[in-house]
Structure formats: structure tokens, C-alpha cells
């Protein structure tokens, strides 16, 4: 019976994992004087391809293959690779309980305020998501200069000029602001709320939905111009956590319009890991992954985004490496 490989092609058509097959033999150079089908019509000494006028071109770095193998995530080749992995779903899942058991700096200025003040605990996440905390000692220091900017309780009011100019602050690693788009987003933000009746409202949608439910249709509504998936995502992960609003992920929402979620760190590095890039496969299997390693799934966003950065990004959350007992449950799942 035909057998496919983790590219969804069969095993011994495909270029990369045919060579894993016992009978597979060492390619062959081509015959001097040959030329491939693919390179005819190309005049020799030319380059094979050249990038279009502002194409960026990723090379990403990866870890020397040795043998490594797991079903959860097919797409390593490499243990250091999967080693890396294990420490930032740790340091990820960290992070989320101290956020709700013992937050720090911001975090606990939002879960002090979710009671009596849900619309401007709201706000605050938004700026501390938005603006993303800084790696230094001062990790809220920009975050606290957007909040002095709109004293009072409450979220201010979307004709409120001036807001927070982010462009004029110091951002984190994660922020999902653009350069050049000043208070726009944040405006935005203030107006569909408006919109929907009002910040508790917005969030809250029908009062019938589960809080995995309404996670997901706030996340859809919430498509606002300069507010990328990240963003978007953390910010309800925070609201959750925090219990300003009753919000639970049950899917790491890698999917979204053609182009929209390219360039999200968390998506490159999810299509890496799972080996595959169709967005309800690298969800199912992102569930997997953190089924059996006992993890929140939302732990899953910043680990992956983590894991294909250079740096390590704790936005505002100094949680070392993890629990050691959380860390060898991950290794263990990972076969490590």
C-alpha cells in the first residue's frame, strides 16, 4: 500500500524523505554535459533565482542533524534543536502561571483593577501587549509612560487626543506595533470597541458562549489595521489569565488570509517543527504536543515564537528556565 510522508507526498517520490528508506542509494552527480530539466532554457554562470526588488529571503539556522526523531513534532531532525524547544515550552508555561498566580509589575496592576475597573484593566493589557515589556530592570517602564498618558479609570475615549504615541516610546521585542503608524491602532482599537457597546461588551459578546467559544470570536473581531495575530493573541491569553474577561484558547490560530500571518515568528517556527504548513494540521498537532507534554496550550505562542528567534523574549516575566519537574515532563514527551 502507498505510503505518504509528512510532506502529503508518497514516501519514495519525495526528494527529502526517500532518502530515509533502506533502499534509498546516495544521488548520483549528473553526467557532465547533462542539464536539468529545471535549469534548461537558464544560461550558464546565472544565478538560479533572484530575489525581487524588496523580497526579503530567510535563511534559517538549524542544529546538525543527528538521527533525532519524534512523532509530535516531525519537522526536527536535530536533538539540540528539540533540547532548545523543551526549555522555551517550559520558560512559556512558566510564565502563564506566574502571570495568574504571582504577576509582576503591570500584570499586577491589570488583575488588582479586573474586578472594579474591567474596561481600564483592559486597556492597560492592550498597551502592555501592544507596546510589549522591555528586557531590562525596567521592563514596564514604556508601558507606565502610555498609562500616564490617559489617567483616570477606564479606557479613554477614541476622540481622546493625544493617545499614547507608541513611535515616541521604546518597545519590546513582541510588540506589534509598526514603525510610522503613531496612535492609529490604538485609536482603532478605542472605536470598535465603541462600536460594540462598549469594552465588557466587546469582549463578552453572547453571554452563552464558552470561554473557548468566545475566545475565538473576539480573536476574529478583533482583525484591527496594524494589530497582527501576536498581538492579538496575547492580549486575550493576558485578559484570561488575569480573569478581566472569561477567555480560554483552545487553538493556537495560526491560520487567518493568504499573506496575513507570513511573517508571524510563531507560524514560521510552528511550520518548522511540525513539518507541514496547512494551518488545522499544525494546530492538531500543536494540541498533541501539548497534551503530552501536560502544558497550556497557549504556552505553545511564545515558545514557538521564541524558539525561532535569536533571544529569548520573557516580556516582563523572569521565570528562569521553567520548573525543572515541568522541563523533564516536556523532555520526556519529546523522547529527549
Same mark, same amino acid.
Given at each position: 500500500?502507498?505510503?505518504?510522508?509528512?510532506?502529503?507526498?508518497?514516501?519514495? !517520490?519525495?526528494?527529502?524523505?526517500?532518502?530515509?528508506?533502506?533502499?534509498?542509494?546516495?544521488?548520483?552527480?549528473?553526467?557532465?554535459?547533462?542539464?536539468?530539466? !529545471?535549469?534548461?532554457?537558464?544560461? @550558464?554562470?546565472? %544565478?538560479?533565482?533572484?530575489?525581487?526588488?524588496?523580497?526579503?529571503?530567510?535563511?534559517?539556522?538549524?542544529?546538525?542533524?543527528?538521527?533525532?526523531?519524534? @512523532?509530535?513534532? %516531525?519537522?526536527?531532525?536535530?536533538?539540540?534543536?528539540?533540547?532548545?524547544?523543551?526549555?522555551? #515550552?517550559?520558560?512559556?508555561?512558566?510564565?502563564?502561571?506566574?502571570?495568574?498566580?504571582?504577576?509582576?509589575?503591570?500584570?499586577?496592576?491589570?488583575?488588582? @483593577?479586573?474586578?472594579?475597573?474591567?474596561?481600564?484593566?483592559?486597556?492597560?493589557?492592550?498597551?502592555?501587549?501592544?507596546?510589549?515589556?522591555? =528586557?531590562?530592570?525596567?521592563?514596564?517602564?514604556?508601558?507606565?509612560?502610555?498609562?500616564?498618558?490617559?489617567?483616570?479609570?477606564?479606557?479613554?475615549?477614541?476622540? &481622546?487626543?493625544?493617545?499614547?504615541? %507608541?513611535?515616541?516610546?521604546?518597545?519590546?521585542?513582541?510588540?506589534?506595533?509598526?514603525?510610522?503608524?503613531?496612535?492609529?491602532?490604538?485609536?482603532?482599537?478605542? =472605536?470598535?470597541?465603541?462600536?460594540?457597546?462598549?469594552?465588557?461588551?466587546?469582549?463578552?459578546?453572547?453571554?452563552?458562549?464558552?470561554?473557548? !467559544? $468566545?475566545?475565538?470570536r473576539v480573536f476574529e473581531r478583533l482583525a484591527l489595521p496594524g494589530?497582527?495575530?501576536?498581538?492579538?493573541?496575547?492580549?486575550?491569553?493576558?485578559?484570561? $489569565?488575569?480573569?478581566?474577561?472569561?477567555?480560554?484558547?483552545?487553538?493556537?490560530?495560526?491560520?487567518?488570509?493568504?499573506?496575513?500571518?507570513?511573517?508571524?515568528?510563531?507560524?514560521?517556527?510552528?511550520? !518548522?517543527?511540525?513539518?507541514?504548513?496547512?494551518?488545522?494540521?499544525?494546530?492538531?498537532?500543536?494540541?498533541?504536543?501539548?497534551d503530552e507534554a501536560h502544558v497550556p496550550l497557549a504556552a505553545l505562542?511564545?515558545?514557538?515564537?521564541?524558539?525561532?528567534?535569536?533571544?529569548?523574549?520573557?516580556?516582563?516575566?523572569?521565570?528562569?528556565?521553567?520548573?525543572?519537574?515541568?522541563?523533564?515532563? #516536556? $523532555?520526556? @514527551?519529546? &523522547?529527549?
Open positions: 500500500m502507498p505510503t505518504f510522508c509528512r510532506h502529503n507526498r508518497f514516501i519514495e !517520490r519525495c526528494p527529502i524523505c526517500s532518502r530515509e528508506l533502506p533502499q534509498a542509494s546516495p544521488l548520483r552527480p549528473a553526467t557532465p554535459g547533462t542539464r536539468s530539466r !529545471r535549469s534548461s532554457g537558464r544560461a @550558464a554562470g546565472t %544565478p538560479a533565482q533572484r530575489a525581487a526588488p524588496g523580497l526579503r529571503v530567510r535563511r534559517e539556522s538549524r542544529a546538525v542533524e543527528d538521527g533525532y526523531n519524534s @512523532a509530535l513534532v %516531525p519537522g526536527l531532525r536535530a536533538s539540540a534543536d528539540a533540547e532548545r524547544l523543551a526549555a522555551e #515550552i517550559a520558560f512559556s508555561a512558566q510564565r502563564l502561571l506566574a502571570i495568574a498566580s504571582s504577576p509582576p509589575g503591570v500584570y499586577a496592576d491589570i488583575a488588582a @483593577a479586573a474586578s472594579r475597573d474591567p474596561d481600564g484593566a483592559t486597556w492597560a493589557s492592550l498597551l502592555l501587549v501592544y507596546l510589549c515589556p522591555l =528586557e531590562h530592570d525596567d521592563a514596564f517602564a514604556s508601558i507606565r509612560v502610555a498609562l500616564a498618558a490617559t489617567p483616570g479609570p477606564g479606557a479613554p475615549h477614541p476622540s &481622546a487626543d493625544p493617545l499614547p504615541d %507608541p513611535d515616541e516610546l521604546e518597545l519590546g521585542p513582541r510588540t506589534a506595533h509598526e514603525t510610522g503608524r503613531g496612535p492609529s491602532t490604538l485609536r482603532a482599537f478605542l =472605536e470598535w470597541a465603541q462600536r460594540a457597546g462598549g469594552i465588557r461588551a466587546a469582549f463578552t459578546g453572547d453571554t452563552g458562549w464558552t470561554p473557548e !467559544r $468566545r475566545f475565538e494589530f497582527g495575530r501576536a498581538g492579538r493573541y496575547d492580549l486575550l491569553v493576558v485578559l484570561g $489569565r488575569l480573569r478581566v474577561h472569561d477567555l480560554t484558547p483552545d487553538s493556537l490560530q495560526l491560520g487567518g488570509q493568504r499573506g496575513v500571518a507570513s511573517e508571524d515568528p510563531a507560524v514560521l517556527a510552528a511550520k !518548522r517543527v511540525f513539518g507541514i504548513a496547512d494551518p488545522l494540521l499544525l494546530d492538531r498537532r500543536a494540541r498533541a504536543l501539548a505562542d511564545l515558545a514557538l515564537a521564541n524558539w525561532g528567534a535569536s533571544e529569548r523574549a520573557t516580556l516582563g516575566v523572569r521565570a528562569g528556565d521553567g520548573s525543572p519537574v515541568a522541563l523533564d515532563r #516536556i $523532555r520526556a @514527551a519529546l &523522547a529527549l
